[in-house]
């Protein structure tokens, strides 16, 4: 099985960044996601990592550490837009997606 | 394209009761899924296939059953509804289970069991 550990929730202000922890523990790893998920809605992809650094899209950006089994998202120039829940999963050596229980971050004007 | 279009919505039921939730892909994937979504626990992996007639078990497998006889649908299966069983369910498709095979989430279907 996996473990998977992430903030339950953070607040942030308008316009400022937000970094969102991701720890985990695997048997075998095939790559670590990051998904938004808007209350009462589907998650959607946001990023993905199977080798270790930064990967930046526009005004997010997500790192992975395969030694340390540890990624953050990093959110910049908060939008109102931005609040919702972000979820961490990790891919495992059967291929299996497992989720963390998600960060609630919420922007505050 | 619809993507991943899942049935119902919204369902209420009793205990002891069955019922199936339909979930339908229409991008020919080959790796389909089901998962239930509880408040502080994230989403938890009930089923998935990874081609037509090839199902297998996830984390949370008791009290439901699946079966993949197209690649288009994977239906979820209630034998006998519990209140345990009150969930969102998701069901969710990606081309493969590999590298960076990024699942498509249907809209959700919330289950109330009384």
């Known amino acids: 099985g996996q473990n998977i550990d992430q903030p339950t929730e953070m607040t942030a202000t308008e316009g400022a960044i937000v970094q969102i922890n991701c720890t985990y523990q695997?048997?075998?790893?095939?790559?670590l996601f990051w998904y938004q998920q808007h209350a009462g809605e589907a998650p959607t992809f946001l990023s993905y990592?199977?080798?270790?650094g930064l990967e930046e899209k526009g005004r997010f950006s997500s790192f992975l550490s395969r030694s340390k089994g540890y990624s953050y998202l990093l959110l910049k120039e908060l939008q109102m837009k931005d609040s919702a829940s972000y979820l961490c999963?990790?891919?495992?050596?059967?291929?299996?997606?497992?989720f963390g229980a998600g960060t609630t971050v919420t922007v505050r004007a | 394209n619809a993507g991943v279009t899942q049935t119902p919505k919204f369902q209420v039921l009793k205990t002891g009761q069955s019922m199936t939730l339909q979930c339908a892909q229409d991008?020919?994937?080959?790796?389909m899924s089901w998962y239930r979504q509880d408040p502080g626990m994230g989403l938890r992996l009930i089923h998935y296939?990874?081609?037509?007639?090839?199902?297998d078990q996830g984390e949370v497998p008791n009290g439901y059953n699946v079966s993949r006889s197209t690649t288009e649908d994977f239906p979820l299966r209630l034998l006998s509804a519990a209140p345990s069983q009150t969930s969102v369910y998701f069901c969710?498709?990606?081309?493969?289970?590999?590298?960076?095979?990024?699942?498509?989430f249907g809209a959700g279907s919330r289950l109330t069991v009384l």
């Open positions: 999963a990790v891919r495992d050596g059967d291929y299996k997606l497992s």
């Open positions: 991008m020919n994937h080959e790796y």
């Open positions: 969710a498709s990606s081309y493969g289970v590999s590298g960076a095979n990024v699942l498509t």
């Open positions: 990592n199977v080798l270790d």
């Open positions: 695997t048997s075998g790893f095939n790559g």
């Open positions: 296939s990874v081609g037509a007639g090839i199902t």
